[in-house]
């Protein structure tokens, strides 16, 4: 990315540019496309996502990908990372072990292709552990429209792409193409390809706007595991919340812990300049490991100021509380029939319901350090010197009653969680819907 001569600019618009650039990378052309009063350089549509495997023998893909504007959309820039976030073992930030070669379009109205240019190349190389931002291509999409973004990836090694539990969506006309050896580039022709179970999403997708994106940051149940993709490009109780009206990036890992986080956070971290809240959805990988309460609220507290530095001034942090982990005889019919998986509980005051009652308090601190619950003397949630702005309660919108530590039940089998642990496609859903007035959280 060349570097941008801030003297060129008017005043308020070095400033910007100067105060963006400190927190994430911008587009070359970026002051060709001057910020308006209330706007700011940021993510602008749904359907981002991390990357989280590195393949074994392919060594090329050719994806097509679908989206929705969130707001109207005058230009847009993609940012496409050669690291990936490990979901098989660590968990760990790691780079590729060595250089991709990436080309991109942007597709609006359907069939109609918009090159996206790295470096002023058409195909441009991303070094192992680096990233790519494209410069702004001019391209006018409604409100609400959906649109596409074509990627293609090649490598003498290997490619990193998204493997979880859903992948592309057909009905949505998404397709993949991969190989060990080498894939038509389709990123400016009509895709041949199917709906594959993995993809290459981009990280971001970045214009002006005035919006409240938003990056999601959770373990398994923000990633959507239980969840069915579908025609809404939302998976995960977290995005299907957000996604009807603010842009996101879903960072989300299967398995990941506040403690692993602390250890790995840096590329991750980086992305948040592009948003403007943070919704934090870990800690049930925690409680399940055997932490200790102290533990888990000293990582949280932590977590939330680091984010805080890479989020604008006026950026909020939003922590979940987290969601049951039991057993059933009945296949999850009933609730007498659930029984707490080990290290959680069914009496009302285990480690996942204390920090629960915690951040239902407010997460009261005392100076940085977490003060007991009711605390009347202690900073709270909300308040200038606290760094969490609010909490959303996921919790109570699928626990059969509050603390109780066993799923919701009609006498359906598997009606709420496929496996005590993980919310069902429906329970994504319904938690979803319950929980549309805590938008408000993010505005």
């Known amino acids: 990315m060349s570097t941008l001569d801030l003297s060129q600019y008017g005043a308020d618009q070095a400033a910007i540019l100067a105060q963006l650039t400190r927190r994430c990378p911008l587009p070359a052309n970026a002051p060709d496309f001057p910020l308006a009063p209330g706007q700011f350089y ?3 549509a749904t359907n981002c996502r991390i990357f989280n495997s590195k393949a074994g023998a392919n060594k090329a893909i050719s994806a097509r990908n679908h989206h929705r504007a969130r707001g109207p959309i005058s230009e847009l820039a993609m940012v496409l990372p050669n690291w990936y976030v ?15 070669v990436c080309a991109a379009s942007v597709e609006y109205p359907a069939g109609v292709f918009h090159r996206f240019q790295f470096n002023l190349a058409v195909r441009e190389l991303i070094a192992g552990g680096d990233y790519l931002v494209s410069a702004f291509v001019p391209v006018d999409i409604p409100d609400n429209a959906e649109f596409w973004t074509n990627i293609w990836l090649s490598a003498a090694s290997t490619i990193l792409f998204f493997n979880a539990a859903t992948g592309q969506v057909a009905t949505n006309g998404e397709r993949g193409t991969v190989s060990t050896t080498d894939v038509t580039d389709y990123t400016m022709a009509t895709h041949t390809g199917t709906a ?8 971001a997708l970045i214009g002006r706007t005035a919006q409240k994106p938003v990056a999601i940051l959770s373990d398994s149940i923000g990633e959507g595991v239980g969840d069915v993709a579908d025609t809404t490009d939302h998976v995960g109780m977290l995005a299907r919340l957000l996604g009807p009206t603010l842009p996101y990036i879903n960072l989300s890992q299967s398995g990941d ?12 971290f980086a992305v948040l300049g592009y948003a403007r809240s943070l919704v934090l959805g870990l800690g049930v990988n925690d409680v399940g490991a055997g932490r200790t309460l102290p533990a888990i609220q000293t990582d949280m507290i932590a977590l939330w100021a680091q984010a805080k530095q890479h989020l604008p001034p006026d950026g909020r942090i939003i922590q979940t509380t987290l969601t049951p982990s039991c057993t059933s005889t009945d296949s999850f019919a009933t609730i007498a029939n659930q029984t707490a998986a080990p290290n959680f509980s069914t009496s009302g005051d285990g480690t996942r319901e204390q920090l629960n009652d915690w951040l239902r308090d407010g ?21 200038a010197s606290h760094p969490l702005h609010g909490v959303l309660d996921m919790a109570d919108a699928v626990e059969s009653a509050r603390n109780s530590g066993r799923w919701r039940v009609d006498g359906s089998a598997f009606k709420w969680t496929i496996d005590g642990l993980h919310p069902s496609s429906f329970a994504h859903k319904e938690a979803a819907s319950q929980k549309t007035s805590d938008l408000l959280l993010f505005q």
Do not use: D
Not at 196 to 203: A, D, E, R
Not at 367 to 375: E, N, Q, R
């Open 42 to 44: 940021g993510q602008i």
């Open 363 to 383: 997460a009261p601190l005392q100076g940085s350090v977490p003060a007991l619950t009711g605390t009347q003397t202690a900073i709270r949630a909300g308040t």
């Open 257 to 268: 812990r506040l403690e692993l986080l602390r250890q790995s956070h840096s590329k991750r």
């Open 86 to 100: 490990e979901r098989s073992a660590s968990k760990f930030e790691y780079p590729n072990n060595a250089g991709v």
């Open 196 to 203: 594959q179970s993995y993809g290459v999403w981009p990280l």
